[in-house]
Nanobody
Framework: QVQLVESGGGLVQAGGSLRLSCVGS????????MGWFRQAPGKEREFVAG????????YYANSVKGRFTISRDNAKNTVYLQMNSLKPEDTAVYYC??????????????????WGQGTQVTVSS
């Protein structure tokens, strides 16, 4: 059974930092594009960041560029999202996703086949 499990969410004050982790199991994700999405209350889920299989190519939503960094450790089947200078508008459930069909880095949800259960990030003002 393929699973993605996120961790690292929590409550932080504005300006603070959090590091999210996503561990994959059930298959190797070392050759898969991985992404982070988020969904705030009352809003649709949106793309946050993506990374290609080697980590050499990354892409960010404009809203997080310069503050968030996506990275991966293929030996651990893990992808990370380092979030700095957090703002209240970053409050959301954050989801990890993986492309199981080698489509290339995509920002649309349809470009990903596997999803984690999400981890809550709350930024207080």
């Amino acid at each position: 059974q393929v699973q993605l499990v996120e961790s690292g969410g929590g409550l932080v004050q504005a300006g603070g930092s959090l590091r999210l982790s996503c561990v994959g199991s059930g298959r190797t994700f070392s050759n898969a594009v991985m992404g982070w999405f988020r969904q705030a209350p009352g809003k649709e889920r949106e793309f946050v960041a993506g990374i290609n299989w080697s980590g050499g190519v990354t892409y960010y939503a404009n809203s997080v560029k310069g503050r968030f960094t996506i990275s991966r450790d293929n030996a651990k089947n893990t992808v990370y999202l380092q979030m700095n200078s957090l703002k209240p508008e970053d409050t959301a459930v954050y989801y990890c996703a993986a492309d199981g069909q080698n489509r290339g880095l995509r920002v649309a949800e349809s470009g990903y086949d596997y999803w984690g259960q999400g981890t809550q990030v709350t930024v207080s003002s």
